[in-house]
């Protein structure tokens, strides 16, 4: 790839820190993102720090889609972009009030010295407390100096006051006569009554009473011109911050303190993902999230159970753009009947029914065989990607979805560890029917297709003109059954994915004459490598014939193909 030539230059610009002195206090504001790309890219983190503390825009995106091949930014220039928004606040030259980091954090565990979703919202949230202590410290020095300075001034109000009645005429000095005389009279009395204030004379008390109500009056005032000092300044935000947070138990007290107390950084969610949470402390985490700026919420590996879900789901409903919403495993089995169940699942319906812009909905090892329809008859409009595995789908399942609502409208559907047979075959042809100009993905893995079964599929599936990624894997399948779908998907041309099962010919002895999803994945393959070479072999020759040997990417790797040929989202 040919860079621009101002992308070169940034390269150069950055690569030398000792120049930075030079540069950046001429640089102009145009230069700056392409400096900071540079510096991402080649792992610059001082001149990241540098860039960003000085940044001369209001905004700054440095997540966003990445695009193939690109790595993801280095661990320490995010850490040194963190720390440089903070410098920044209390910096002239920052211009910056919104820093989205959406799309920052790298999932991808083979990526070194890449910040993951948990490591990134961590140090998010310790930057926005950060920040709130660093501006709470410089608050109370300021309003000490103020104290001070207060101080100061009535010192110098009461020595000129002194100095005006040294001078004063003869009035003055009989007021001070008057004063000396009900002195001596106090005196007297106290010496005679100690402890009496009822001997006091009236002009005394009167004065005292009047000093007490004034003194008293100043302290009010001064305490609530200081107490709406404070909550002004606590509700100043002085930058947004917009990413993409991962919360478990670990990291959930961090990230409560961090959106829950004001400060200069204030922390906009716009994908939230829960795992390991128990429904009380997700439903307090929602409950501090600002309601304008989130998508989708994930909620993995916790027990809700059907209740604590229908407890979830209308604390969701305020969030007018919320578009996905991700369960997986969460632990509802409905396969065991328990009491109140069927008022938990209505309720449930309800909840998905009041996420009026619900567009992506996963349900991933819920187990609620016979209850599709319930789900989601209640939603008010159609979705368009449809997450079902091991969801134990009956075939009533799949006749209610390949006539509902959703059925045209979808671009993604996942049924994979579902068991489909001959019965399920005329509902799964019919909701392949009503989606082949939407459909975009589709992931069968898992669903025990037989060469039978998946050539009476082939002809719904050459429809599908708009499908670019077809998943079949751990499907018990000969090499002619392979070779047969190999033929199909080679004539959709929007296709680029095809994730296909070792045909049964490459494992050891001894399958089973229909095996299972969990013996394919446990079973050893032959340790000679002629199998696979043929395999491989008459692969290409297939793709070779039909001219989509370079456009469209065949391969039977679970781990290490690519789910970025599949969907453009």
Known sequence: MVLPLVNLCAREVVRDHSSSQYWLSCVPRELYRALLDAAFTHCRPLAVGELVQRWPERKLTAGGNRKAGECPPNRLCVQALLLAVVRG????????????LSGLQCENGKVEDSMGGWSLSVALCSMVLQARSAASRAHRRDGKRGLEAERDRGTIKRDRGKVGCGNSGEGSQGGHRVEAVEKMECRTNERMFPGDESVKGVRRRMEIQRRKTLSEGKSNTSSNNSSLCDQDWDEVVMVHVRADLF?????????????????????????????????????????????QDLLGVDIRYSSLGVSGLAMLLP????FPQLHSLRLHYCNLDLQRTQPGQQGALQDMSKGLGSLKRLKRLCLTALRLPGHLRLLLSSLSQPLEVLELPYLCLT???????????????????????????????????RLLAQAESSLCLLSLCGCGLSDTLLGALLPSLSCCRALRSLRLALNPLSRMGLLSLARTVAGIPSLRLLLYPNPLEEYEPGLPALPSSAQLLDWPLLEESEARD????????????????????????????????????
């Not at 478990?248 to 716009?270: F, I, K, M, T, Y």
């Not at 009533?396 to 399920?424: G, I, V």
């Open 89 to 100: 606040l209390t910096d002239k030259r920052c211009c910056l009030q919104m820093l989205d």
């Open 395 to 429: 075939s009533t399942d799949l006749a209610y979805l390949s006539c509902s609502q959703h059925a045209p409208f979808l671009r993604e559907l996942d049924l994979s560890e579902n068991w489909l047979d001959e019965s399920s075959l005329p509902s799964l042809r």
């Open 315 to 318: 604390l969701l409903a305020p």
């Open 247 to 291: 919360v478990n138990s670990r990291s959930w007290e961090r990230v409560r303190d961090a959106l829950s107390q004001p400060g200069p950084l204030r922390l906009h969610c716009r994908y939230l993902r829960v795992e390991e949470l128990s429904a009380p402390s997700i439903a307090s985490l929602l409950g501090l999230l600002p309601q």
């Open 534 to 569: 043929l395999t491989l072999r008459l692969l290409d020759e297939v793709l070779n014939l039909r001219g989509r040997s370079r456009d469209l990417l065949v391969t039977s790797d679970l781990l290490n193909y690519s789910p970025d040929l599949t969907v453009d989202d």
